[in-house]
């Protein structure tokens, strides 16, 4: 069985400032911190009698979230540069206004699996790649609750990944989700695998 709770990483400088997200290390706005803190306070009134592993992106919005969560739950934070956001190449550290005007366009004889914005940044079908052994390991891990703390393009594939093994289905489905989203999913004795919140949103809500 298993029991894996994802947590988008909450509002970063670059969800205020028109600058690209990606691999650039951006910290936390002090309402990110926030809203981390209530997270963290939240989850430790639902899993009071269970201990959790964390893994979190080694990128700075992302480990602070998960450093603000996990000092609530009084658990250390393993740091993965596979959890890290897709890789955009030479948009690090530009604008989304320069990304949208130097993006590629896409070509329809070409999957979307493999399109790339730029020749320099990752495809969906690399980000499913890199991925992968992370999901392999966790799935054989001795561990049953799991905490994974990464981003939104990321988790949108570990979402598809966690239900669907074929990545040639990927092409017509996606996920989408908001900072500091919350998910929870499943794996019971029988190996069905559940997704029973996806995104919540009230864990941001101040803590009662």
Known sequence: MKNVITIQHTQSVHHTNGMIGAWTDWELTALGKQQAFNIGEAL??????????????????????????????????IYKKELREINLGSATGKSVEWLHKNQIKQDMHISSLDYKLLPDAESKRELYDRLLPF???????????IIIVSHGGTLSMLFYMWHNHDINNLENTEFRGLPGGVSVLNENDKGVRIIRKLNDLSYLSNPV
Not at 49 to 77: C, F, G, N, W
Not at 136 to 143: F, G, K, L, R, T
């Open 44 to 77: 430790r009134k639902e899993v009071t009698d269970q201990h959790y592993v964390m893994y979190a992106s080694d990128l700075l919005r992302t480990k602070q979230t998960a450093d603000i969560v996990a000092s609530s739950l009084e658990i250390v934070p």
């Open 135 to 145: 999901l392999h390991e966790i799935h054989n891990s001795q561990e049953e609750n």
